[in-house]
């Protein structure tokens, strides 16, 4: 049996009943039937300080090492005051460090997000589309996830929208597509035969 591509979500909300938690479970069952995906939880994951860099905390450790087995990356993420919610760029900050050992580095990367205001996380999603930048990463450009309105979309930890139910679908297909296309060019390159997702 061919082996299956790997998929690691977080959500940027520590929330019990976080709308962003569920959009992850959502997406769970909406993957592509070749795909697995991995929820890890940030809870535990200590403030960033550079004099652990040497000796990481062991759920930092945890992070890292789930991240560098992962074919791809999938986010979840609220938007706190037009920006990164502190818990989820706390364990970006983490997965970065130290210097040299940039987890995120070539990763594949699909962003979705949810928000009970009506721009349904577009200013965060494009914040983390900059840092992206700085840790090459390589974001899915479409579709763009942006749920709007997510009280009235996800209801008791289900997402209960159709039309959010497609896109997250295609969101998925799209980052098991774009995943391979990334991983031929780059066994291309280097002249080895690649590995179809
Ligand atoms: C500190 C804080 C800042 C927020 N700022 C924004 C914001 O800038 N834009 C927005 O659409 N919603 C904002 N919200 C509302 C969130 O969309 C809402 O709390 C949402 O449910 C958070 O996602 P979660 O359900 O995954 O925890 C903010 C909420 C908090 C707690």
């Not at 090492?65 to 706190?80: G, H, S, V």
């Not at 818990?87 to 949810?114: E, Q, T, Y």
């Amino acid at each position: 049996m061919a082996e299956k591509f790997r998929m690691l979500g977080f959500a940027g909300s520590l929330r019990k009943g976080s709308y962003n938690r569920s959009l992850l479970r959502a997406a769970r069952d909406l993957k592509p039937a070749n795909a697995e995906l991995e929820i890890f939880d940030l809870e535990g994951i200590p403030l960033y300080n550079q004099d652990l860099e040497q000796q990481l905390p062991e759920k930092v450790r945890e992070f890292k090492e789930k991240i560098r087995a992962a074919d791809a990356l999938l986010i979840a993420t609220p938007e706190y005051n037009y920006s990164i919610p502190g818990v989820l760029k706390n364990a970006i900050d983490w997965g970065s460090r130290p210097h040299g050992d940039n987890v995120f580095d070539d990763k594949p990367i699909a962003l979705m997000g949810a928000s009970i205001g009506m721009i349904g996380t577009a200013r965060v999603q494009y914040h983390l589309r900059q840092s992206c930048v700085f840790l090459n990463m390589h974001p899915l450009n479409r579709p763009e996830v942006m749920v709007p309105f997510a009280h009235e979309k996800i209801k008791d930890g289900k997402l209960i929208d159709q039309k959010t139910r497609d896109l997250v679908k295609q969101l998925l297909e799209g980052l098991v597509l774009w995943s391979t296309r990334l991983r031929q060019g780059l066994a291309a390159q280097e002249g080895r035969p690649g590995k179809a997702a």
